[in-house]
């Protein structure tokens, strides 16, 4: 019931940022949670972050806490990740994904995905 569409996503030196967004389309977007995931070729999808309807409430893996910030804009049916201070483990691919239920750093519990997109941090 909800569209998702990722970008923002491209090639940067160590050190660098990068803004991800997240264009959702359908039913009224803040009455999802969103998450953020990533997954590097040969690993599985882990957790990034996550943001409460109202944005209230965040979560973020710690191997980018402090580094990345998760934000929404309701009013324009966008998520955001604005990743600081990337590292060349950083590199991945990015999805978004929209929750009916519960804030959770669980994939399972996430009803809709986006296509992803890359990220690519170079030293």
């Known amino acids: 019931q909800v569209q998702l569409v990722e970008s923002g996503g491209g090639s940067v030196e160590a050190g660098g940022s990068l803004r991800l967004s997240c264009a959702a389309s359908?039913?009224?977007?803040?009455?999802?949670?969103m998450g953020w995931f990533r997954q590097a070729p040969g690993k599985e999808r882990e957790f990034v972050a996550v943001?409460?309807?109202?944005?209230?409430?965040?979560y973020y893996a710690d191997s980018v806490k402090g580094r990345f910030t998760i934000s929404r804009d309701n009013a324009k049916n966008t998520g955001y990740l604005q990743m600081n201070s990337l590292k060349t483990e950083d590199t991945a691919i990015y999805y978004c994904?929209?929750?009916?239920?519960?804030?959770?750093?669980?994939?399972?519990?996430?009803?809709?995905w986006g296509q992803g997109t890359q990220v690519t941090v170079s030293s």
């Open positions: 943001i409460s309807r109202s944005g209230g409430i965040t």
């Open positions: 359908g039913r009224t977007f803040s009455s999802y949670v």
């Open positions: 994904a929209a929750s009916g239920s519960y804030v959770s750093k669980i994939s399972a519990t996430y009803d809709y």
